[in-house]
């Protein structure tokens, strides 16, 4: 049973930095797509970065438009963990962060729908 842990959230003030982290237990998954959700008080889930598996260690990073230039994501193999590093944030960034892995081989999506699996949420809160 594949679980995913993400950890990492707290409270910064605008322009600060953060990085989360989301471990997945259970087997690998080098060729999961991986991606970050959030979701704000009274707003749908939203899609943030995907980071999918190309061809052998080459790997597609996608991000929604509100965050390209400021986040990155990056997966370590070795340690089944994926990252989202969160630079230059917002108090519009403030929201509940989801980690979700898609067990289908390649696929590049930016549905909730596609994603089969996901954590418990870590919350990240920007002040101005």
């Known amino acids: 049973q594949v679980q995913l842990v993400e950890s990492g959230g707290g409270l910064v003030q605008a322009g600060g930095s953060l990085r989360l982290s989301c471990a997945a237990s259970?087997?690998?998954?080098?060729?999961?797509?991986m991606a970050w959700f959030r979701q704000a008080p009274g707003k749908e889930r939203e899609f943030v970065a995907a980071?999918?598996?190309?061809?052998?260690?080459?790997?597609?990073?996608d991000y929604t438009d509100s965050v390209k230039g400021r986040f990155t994501i990056f997966r370590d193999n070795a340690k089944n963990t994926v990252y989202l590093q969160m630079n230059s944030l917002k108090p519009e960034d403030t929201a509940v962060y989801y980690c979700?892995?898609?067990?289908?081989?390649?696929?590049?999506?930016?549905?909730?729908?596609?994603?089969?699996?996901w954590g418990q949420g870590t919350q990240v809160t920007v002040s101005s």
């Open positions: 980071h999918s598996w190309a061809r052998a260690s080459v790997y597609y990073a």
């Open positions: 259970g087997r690998t998954f080098d060729r999961y797509t």
């Open positions: 979700a892995a898609s067990r289908t081989i390649g696929v590049r999506t930016t549905s909730t729908r596609d994603y089969d699996l």
